[in-house]
């Protein structure tokens, strides 16, 4: 028994080194070293999150909801514990974006490479890097699960529950601190930033494990891109009737709709003969019941799109064919 014994042990002393031959594994770790010093640490005040370098001036891209109110920020690069100044360039509560500005370049910084979102499919490995819990230089692993998400953020001091669409869905694993961070593919490129992750009502509004959501790259460049060039966005590549509406109820007192308060002059309501007081209750085949409703129909389709808006005046059921505008 005491030979059994001694053989097992050093057979157990013996094992060979995990080995490092995989080719998925290899992939990970490249995608890691060339993407992670893209993505740093922000600390906003009391708030923590993460950002991605956006360009070799110092501009830095991440969430809105990051950064708040505030005005300067504290930033920390992947190789590095020294922090750094920066100053916030623009902000868009809307969607959910925002760039800082370091206030000096410091050596080696590395700008990430942005992939074509449109090009983004569902079963594709997604790693999720930033700083979750404070644990800043952190990756997780997981896949895109959906494309095309509309999603309702919500509304805290730092964010105005803003809608947002065409959101990449993965389950690699997104914390608070992750938001702002970088969504990567096997091609070192960013498809999206982290943003925000699906609750469950039926566990307190808990986070619902392996349903997380970014905001995709091309509407990531797109809105960085104008903050950068005027402080503002200009063009936000969202859908628009161009009206402004208050909720809507029945006879029961039940949300029935989105009441039109005014039709901006030779926008694409007015153009299609939309007017105040009529009551928008469908676009295309999707019901609307309230104004977040008609939002978020809105945001799951562009500028130029044709729709159908179905809507009720004096009590009788209209439709008219709109052309879309920009938001």
Do not use: C, W
């Amino acid at each position: 028994m005491d030979s059994g014994s001694s053989t097992a042990a050093g057979a157990a002393t013996s094992a060979p080194a995990p080995s490092t031959s995989d080719q998925l594994e290899q992939n990970y770790q490249q995608v890691i070293s060339q993407v992670l010093p893209s993505v740093v640490q922000i600390t906003a005040g009391d708030s923590l999150g993460s950002g991605i370098v956006f360009d070799d001036k110092g501009d830095i891209v991440t969430n809105a909801h990051v950064i708040g109110t505030a005005q300067t920020f504290t930033v920390t690069l992947a190789n590095s514990t020294k922090p750094l100044d920066a100053t916030l360039v623009g902000s868009d509560p809307q969607s959910d974006l925002a760039v800082i500005k370091l206030s000096s370049l410091p050596n080696g910084l590395k700008p990430a490479t942005f992939a074509d979102s449109s090009k983004v499919a569902v079963g594709q490995i997604a790693l999720a890097m930033g700083s979750p819990l404070g644990l800043s230089s952190s990756v997780t692993e997981g896949i895109v699960s959906a494309v095309g998400r509309t999603v309702t953020e919500p509304q805290t001091s730092g964010s105005p529950g803003a809608t947002i669409g065409n959101m990449v869905q993965t389950s690699a694993a997104i914390n608070p601190g992750n938001s702002g961070g970088a969504l990567v593919n096997l091609s070192s490129q960013v498809i999206g930033i982290n943003t925000l992750t699906a609750v469950d009502p039926e566990l307190g509004n808990s986070a619902a494990p392996g349903i997380g959501f970014a905001i995709p790259a091309v509407t990531v460049t797109s809105i960085a891109n104008q903050l950068i060039t005027s402080g503002k966005v200009t063009n936000s590549g969202r859908a628009a009737l161009g009206v402004t509406v208050r909720p809507y109820f029945d006879t029961n007192f039940q949300p029935a709709g989105a009441v039109i308060v005014s039709v901006a002059s030779g926008g694409p309501a007015a153009s299609a003969g939309l007017q105040a007081g009529d009551v928008i209750t469908k676009i295309n085949d999707t019901a609307i019941t309230s104004p977040s409703a008609l939002t978020t129909a809105l945001a799951s389709l562009s500028p130029g799109d044709k729709v159908t808006v179905g809507y009720q005046r004096d009590a009788q059921n209209q439709t008219a064919d709109v052309t879309l505008g920009t938001l």
